[in-house]
């Protein structure tokens, strides 16, 4: 998998955990499935700095929640944010936010000791990749790090400019 930073000397060692609190899967260690996504996110989101660094590394899937292709895991994700929604909803009578969803799962624990991690599949709306105008039938995959443990084999890939 493939992991996006913003170029710096010398190259990371290790991948850097996202900490924003409006990130999709809350804080972790963030990968793309496919080169030309995480190409893609350093060329969009990298901007400030002008150049970005692709790292790549192997990952230990044995305890992430499969949002993607296990459809137990994923009626397991849908239940737990509706849950979430639900609560928060009541809680403060108005629709959560991102940032509203992570505080929460943060708060209760995570999603659990054994789930080191979540493999998710976002709307893809990126032109320049797809080869059918209009057409987005390639999934783009993201997957969020819980434990860096799970990470293996971090080494640069190569850098681009915006």
Not at 25 to 38: I, N, R, V
Request: aromatic fraction near 16%; proline fraction near 2%.
């Amino acid at each position: 998998m493939f992991h996006t930073q913003e170029y710096s000397e010398p190259y990371l060692s290790m991948a850097l955990a996202c900490t924003r609190d409006d990130a999709w899967l809350g804080h972790g260690y963030y990968f793309w499935k496919d080169e030309d996504d995480a190409i893609f996110w350093g060329q969009t989101a990298k901007k400030r700095v002008r150049r970005y660094s692709i790292y790549s590394a192997q990952i230990d899937c044995a305890d992430v929640l499969d949002t993607v292709f296990d459809e137990e895991h994923y009626n397991f994700w849908l239940r737990s944010i509706d849950k979430a929604i639900k609560v928060l909803t009541i809680k403060s009578n108005r629709k959560p936010t991102i940032e509203d969803v992570n505080t929460y799962f943060i708060q209760k624990g995570g999603w659990g000791e054994k789930v080191t991690g979540i493999l998710f599949q976002d709307i893809p709306s990126n032109e320049t990749i797809s080869k059918v105008v209009g057409f987005f039938y390639k999934k783009r995959i993201q997957l969020a790090a819980f434990d860096i443990k799970i990470i293996t084999n971090f080494a640069h890939h190569f850098d681009g400019d915006c």
